[in-house]
């Protein structure tokens, strides 16, 4: 069983110490001790949200909390997630509205070429990413928006950057996509078996 | 003035008075320019829950020179700045200390009539309670710092904690409000038990109308509630009285201590509905009517459904 001895620290780390334990090794079995009642209560709740099943236990100062987890958790990879691993992940990341160097009005022409052509790639296009001039692509005034939002309904996640949409003072007029950080983006380029860049 | 009341009261004349008050804190959301909004708008607050109007502020700044670029405040001042525009308030002055954790806020001074300062006392039977903006961003903020807040989430909060009190304090100003207080550190029920206290009188309220963010619900159950929603509840739990069927994660989210929450409304039961009316018409579209006040059971908070 995994054991956490988060006394001492306050809200929110006592949980987000027992997250990351599980998410590292899909525990079926984990013991958090804490130093107050109301911190036993947040991980306790954090655990049942998880799917475990958990016991509390108070002796002098020490409150812990003890979860099980028998059932098989969405941690742990499913069939579908598996058949998504076999598949090739190409991520986009586009950071700019128009392609290539030289006239700006054909780099916008190839863009909304690029864009409306992208379908072609099939399942295949896992995830696309707009940074920088790149988010003026998923506003309202977009070109593309409508081709935009045909390949999020075919399950395409596009990913918007939040930093940039704000810079931009874009971020009421963003229209598809979901907006995201750094963070996710990065993940993203680790997951992903292509990244090409526009 | 009540050792308890938002901020100090002077009176100049018959018909002029100013209300001093000061507040700061530490940062809440990683982007300097609202965090210097936020830090403004909760600082105002505290005039609007008084029945007065803001006018002259200065800035207070703590700043660690040698860990962060002098940029970083230039953005957060903008951003205090531009709130204090929007309000109508000049800023005078100001104060800069050198410190080893960023802090920012304001010491403010408005104007209100003498025969028109709102306190948290002077509630009557039959009263009804308005609360102007939905509960949750302690539990939301908690969220941040435990990187389980969605980017979606985080600006959504940002822009209601840096939403002034101003429009409330506006609309109440036409209708018969006999007390106002504004939520903040010590969480709606803190708050209202502080109204409470000494008045002679309780309150009902109806936990469903009560308007909170369905994230901090969420991340409520994912057990993010801030340490201080603890405190909170420790130190009024014995004032108050939870129907069974009242879900504890709500108890809780009663307790979480806000950020520049909204205004707490004690106003006379026929203007209720028409003050409402107006509050969502101007665009404090979460404005509800969550409970009133009750001779008997005295110096309680009962909370129903």
Same mark, same amino acid.
């Given at each position: 069983?995994?054991?956490?001895?988060?006394?001492?620290?306050?809200?929110?780390?006592? /949980?987000?110490?027992? !997250?990351?334990?599980? $998410?590292? %090794?899909?525990?079926?079995?984990?013991? =958090?001790? *804490?130093? @107050?009642?109301?911190?036993?209560?947040?991980?306790?709740?954090?655990?049942?949200?998880?799917?475990?099943?958990?016991?509390?236990?108070?002796?002098?100062?020490?409150?812990?909390?003890?979860?099980?987890?028998?059932?098989?958790?969405?941690?742990?990879?499913?069939?579908?997630?598996?058949?998504?691993?076999?598949?090739?992940?190409?991520?986009?990341?586009?950071?700019?509205?128009?392609?290539?160097?030289?006239?700006?009005?054909?780099?916008?022409?190839?863009? /909304?070429?690029?864009? !409306?052509?992208?379908? $072609?790639? %099939?399942?295949?296009?896992?995830?696309? =990413?707009? *940074?920088? @001039?790149?988010?003026?692509?998923?506003?309202?005034?977009?070109?593309?928006?409508?081709?935009?939002?045909?390949?999020?309904?075919?399950?395409?996640?596009?990913?918007?950057?939040?930093?940039?949409?704000?810079?931009?003072?874009?971020?009421?007029?963003?229209?598809?996509?979901?907006?995201?950080?750094?963070?996710?983006?990065?993940?993203?380029?680790?997951?992903?078996?292509?990244?090409?860049?526009? | 003035?009540?050792?308890?009341?938002?901020?100090?009261?002077?009176?100049?004349?018959?018909?002029?008075?100013?209300?001093?008050?000061?507040?700061?804190?530490?940062?809440?959301?990683?982007?300097?320019?609202?965090?210097?909004?936020?830090?403004?708008?909760?600082?105002?607050?505290?005039?609007?829950?008084?029945?007065?109007?803001?006018?002259?502020?200065?800035?207070?700044?703590?700043?660690?020179?040698?860990?962060?670029?002098?940029?970083?405040?230039?953005?957060?001042?903008?951003?205090?700045?531009?709130?204090?525009?929007?309000?109508?308030?000049?800023?005078?002055?100001?104060?800069?200390?050198?410190?080893?954790?960023?802090?920012?806020?304001?010491?403010?001074?408005?104007?209100?009539?003498?025969?028109?300062?709102?306190?948290?006392?002077?509630?009557?039977?039959?009263?009804?309670?308005?609360?102007?903006?939905?509960?949750?961003?302690?539990?939301?903020?908690?969220?941040?710092?435990?990187?389980?807040?969605?980017?979606?989430?985080?600006?959504?909060?940002?822009?209601?904690?840096?939403?002034?009190?101003?429009?409330?304090?506006?609309?109440?100003?036409?209708?018969?409000?006999?007390?106002?207080?504004?939520?903040?550190?010590?969480?709606?029920?803190?708050?209202?038990?502080?109204?409470?206290?000494?008045?002679?009188?309780?309150?009902?309220?109806?936990?469903?109308?009560?308007?909170?963010?369905?994230?901090?619900?969420?991340?409520?159950?994912?057990?993010?509630?801030?340490?201080?929603?603890?405190?909170?509840?420790?130190?009024?739990?014995?004032?108050?009285?939870?129907?069974?069927?009242?879900?504890?994660?709500?108890?809780?989210?009663?307790?979480?201590?806000?950020?520049?929450?909204?205004?707490?409304?004690?106003?006379?039961?026929?203007?209720?509905?028409?003050?409402?009316?107006?509050?969502?018409?101007?665009?404090?579209?979460?404005?509800?009517?969550?409970?009133?006040?009750?001779?008997?059971?005295?110096?309680?908070?009962?909370?129903?459904?």
């Amino acid at each position: 069983m995994k054991e956490i001895d988060a006394r001492g620290l306050s809200c929110p780390a006592p /949980v987000v110490q027992t !997250r990351i334990a599980i $998410e590292e %090794g899909y525990l079926k079995a984990i013991r =958090v001790v *804490v130093d @107050n009642e109301a911190a036993q209560q947040n991980v306790k709740r954090f655990l049942e949200s998880q799917g475990f099943d958990v016991a509390l236990e108070k002796v002098d100062d020490h409150y812990s909390v003890t979860g099980q987890c028998d059932k098989v958790t969405a941690k742990q990879p499913s069939e579908a997630s598996e058949a998504e691993a076999r598949q090739t992940k190409i991520m986009i990341m586009i950071a700019t509205d128009r392609i290539g160097y030289g006239d700006d009005e054909l780099g916008l022409k190839l863009m /909304v070429s690029f864009i !409306r052509t992208l379908k $072609e790639m %099939g399942p295949d296009l896992w995830r696309l =990413v707009f *940074v920088n @001039n790149g988010v003026n692509l998923a506003i309202q005034s977009s070109e593309v928006l409508v081709d935009l939002k045909e390949l999020e309904d075919s399950g395409l996640q596009i990913l918007v950057c939040g930093t940039c949409l704000t810079h931009f003072h874009l971020l009421e007029q963003k229209r598809v996509g979901e907006t995201t950080n750094m963070l996710d983006i990065v993940t993203a380029m680790q997951l992903a078996d292509k990244v090409i860049n526009i | 003035m009540d050792s308890l009341d938002d901020a100090g009261v002077y009176k100049i004349s018959d018909d002029l008075a100013i209300i001093q008050t000061v507040d700061f804190f530490t940062p809440i959301v990683d982007d300097p320019y609202w965090f210097g909004q936020i830090a403004a708008a909760n600082a105002l607050s505290d005039i609007y829950a008084m029945g007065g109007t803001p006018k002259t502020a200065m800035n207070l700044v703590g700043f660690p020179l040698k860990q962060m670029d002098i940029s970083i405040l230039r953005q957060i001042l903008q951003g205090g700045l531009d709130k204090m525009k929007e309000a109508g308030v000049m800023l005078v002055g100001g104060h800069s200390v050198e410190d080893s954790e960023l802090k920012y806020g304001l010491s403010v001074t408005g104007f209100v009539h003498p025969d028109r300062i709102l306190t948290k006392k002077n509630l009557r039977a039959g009263d009804r309670l308005v609360l102007t903006k939905p509960l949750g961003t302690g539990v939301i903020n908690t969220a941040i710092k435990g990187g389980v807040a969605s980017v979606k989430v985080i600006d959504k909060i940002t822009r209601l904690m840096a939403t002034l009190n101003r429009d409330v304090a506006e609309v109440m100003k036409q209708y018969s409000v006999h007390a106002c207080t504004d939520i903040t550190g010590f969480g709606l029920l803190g708050h209202l038990a502080e109204m409470v206290d000494g008045s002679g009188l309780g309150v009902v309220l109806d936990s469903k109308k009560i308007p909170i963010l369905s994230e901090a619900k969420d991340y409520a159950a994912m057990g993010m509630l801030p340490a201080g929603a603890n405190k909170n509840k420790i130190f009024r739990e014995s004032m108050v009285e939870f129907y069974s069927s009242v879900n504890p994660l709500i108890r809780d989210l009663l307790f979480d201590p806000q950020t520049s929450g909204g205004l707490l409304i004690c106003i006379d039961r026929d203007d209720t509905d028409e003050l409402v009316e107006e509050l969502i018409q101007k665009g404090c579209d979460a404005s509800a009517v969550i409970g009133e006040v009750v001779s008997a059971p005295q110096e309680k908070i009962v909370v129903n459904s």
